[in-house]
């Protein structure tokens, strides 16, 4: 009996070091454009390009831009998400069914979208306000766009007028996807 304790233990502790607690900046649950929800630790490991979006903006065109990054970066490790929001000028006024068609339709949008949220320091979703902290910055319009690292405890920020497929954003993805990702360290006991 007390062997078979030992190996629970033993299966547990390798369980807990398998399992690497979710990131910081992406330990949050937020509905997709399609209402399901999606946790977003799935995207640990993954350099995630994180916009607030809106279908009647002058940036609006930078959908196609984003798409192009999604494409071409996409295979390296890089996830856009765009999260529409009507905080800005009521730039967003439509339904999450009208959202996702004028994306897939005007820009063959097919990174992933999600629900209509806020992201203002009034009614800011949950990534959102992880993001305004870890930057100091808060989206001042559409097209806000957050840069978060592998390990999903750094983040960048870069404001709408900065282009998805300008050289300094270019740079910044690939700088953080040539970053390799940040392993966890065991106690000193367990090395």
Not at 37 to 55: F, H, P
Not at 60 to 79: E, K
Request: aromatic share 6%; glycine share 8%; hydrophobic share 40%.
């Amino acid at each position: 009996m007390k062997t078979l304790t030992m190996l629970a233990a033993l299966l547990l502790t390798m369980n807990a070091h398998a399992a690497p607690a979710c990131p910081p900046l992406l330990d949050a649950r937020l509905k997709d454009i399609d209402g399901h929800t999606r946790n977003l630790c799935d995207y640990a490991g993954k350099v995630v390009l994180v916009v607030n979006t809106a279908s009647q903006c002058g940036y609006t065109g930078q959908y196609q831009g984003l798409q192009a990054l999604s494409d071409r970066y996409g295979p390296r490790g890089l996830v856009v998400l765009g999260l529409p929001a009507n905080d800005f000028a009521g730039q967003e006024p439509g339904s999450d069914a009208q959202i996702k068609n004028f994306c897939e339709t005007a820009f063959q949008v097919d990174f992933q979208l999600f629900a209509k949220t806020g992201v203002t320091a009034a009614n800011a979703n949950p990534l959102h306000e992880a993001l305004a902290r870890a930057t100091g910055e808060r989206p001042a319009w559409n097209f806000h766009k957050y840069l978060i690292d592998r390990s999903g405890t750094r983040a960048l920020s870069f404001p709408s007028r900065v282009e998805p497929q300008s050289k300094e954003m270019v740079q910044a993805i690939e700088s953080l996807l040539a970053a390799k990702p940040a392993r966890a360290r065991l106690p000193q006991g367990d090395r």
